[in-house]
Nanobody, 126 residues
Framework: QVQLVESGGRLVQAGGSLRLSCVLSGATFSRFAMGWFRQAPGKEREFVAAITYSGSTTNYLDSVKGRFTISRDNAKNTVYLQMNSLKPEDTAVYVC???????????????????WGQGTQVTVSS
C-alpha cells in the first residue's frame, strides 16, 4: 500500500522560508515522478512543481519560479519543496503526489498522478 506523508507546513511571515517534506512508503520511490500541488480555500487545486525519477529535470508554476525549489533524495524516499520569499498568496494546503506513468514529460495535470498525500497547511501572514 503506497502512502505519502507530508510535513513542514506552518504559519510564517511574508518573506520567510519553509521546507516541506513528503515521504513515500510501500513502493520503490525511484520509480515515481513526484509533484507538489496546492489548494487555497475556495480555489481549484493548482500545480506547483514536479521532478523526474532521477531528479535531473524539474518544472514549476510560473508564479513560484525563482522562489521555490523541488528536490528529492531517493535514498530517503523523500521529495522536498523549499519555499523562499513566501507571499500571502502562497497560503494553501500543499499536497505531494506520485506519478508512475513513465512519461517523457513532467505532468502538470493532477489527473495524471496516481497517489496523493493528505497535505500540510502553509499559512503566510502579511
Amino acid at each position: 500500500q503506497v502512502q505519502l506523508v507530508e510535513s513542514g507546513g506552518r504559519l510564517v511571515q511574508a518573506g520567510g522560508s519553509l521546507r516541506l517534506s513528503c515521504v513515500l512508503s510501500g513502493a520503490t520511490f525511484s520509480r515515481f515522478a513526484m509533484g507538489w500541488f496546492r489548494q487555497a480555500p475556495g480555489k481549484e487545486r493548482e500545480f506547483v512543481a514536479a521532478i523526474t525519477y532521477s531528479g535531473s529535470t524539474t518544472n514549476y508554476l510560473d508564479s513560484v519560479k525563482g522562489r521555490f525549489t523541488i528536490s528529492r533524495d531517493n535514498a530517503k524516499n523523500t521529495v522536498y519543496l523549499q519555499m523562499n520569499s513566501l507571499k500571502p498568496e502562497d497560503t494553501a494546503v500543499y499536497v505531494c503526489a506520485g506519478d508512475t506513468g513513465r512519461r517523457r514529460y513532467l505532468a502538470r495535470n493532477g489527473n495524471e498522478y496516481d497517489y496523493w498525500g493528505q497535505g500540510t497547511q502553509v499559512t503566510v501572514s502579511s
